[in-house]
């Protein structure tokens, strides 16, 4: 009877152990949704890394010469340096073309 008594209380413990395992608030379900939140925020983390390496290398460009500056006043500023000329390419303006052989008659008949 005794052994009995004793194999009861044991299943008793490691049934309220496995329930307090899986399906308590601080169990296995809340582990899983730890792990997946830092899964999300690893993913997160790597977008905005990957976004801000361009931005770290131009401030480093800005920091560390001059030629970037110049570049960035050129492109943004328009500037032009002291030694330089500005030419300002204009593309050719559409050829004007006659009016059609019709159009002329009716014009040179009207007058």
């Known amino acids: 009877m005794g052994l009995r008594v004793v194999a009861l209380l044991l ?9 307090r395992l899986w399906l ?13 939140a830092i899964e999300v925020q690893t993913e997160e983390n790597e977008r905005l890394a990957e976004r801000n390496r361009p ?8 920091q560390e010469g001059r030629a970037a500056i110049d570049e ?29 052989v019709d159009e002329q008659r009716t014009a040179q008949a009207a007058d």
């Open 11 to 19: 299943l008793v413990a490691f049934l309220a152990l496995q329930y």
């Open 24 to 36: 308590s608030p601080n169990g296995m379900r809340d582990l899983w949704r730890t792990e997946r």
């Open 55 to 62: 931005l770290a290398a131009e401030v480093r460009d800005l």
């Open 72 to 100: 960035r006043a050129r492109t943004d500023l328009g500037m032009v340096g002291s030694n330089e000329t500005f030419f300002q390419m204009v593309p050719p303006a559409a050829p004007v073309t006659a009016p059609p």
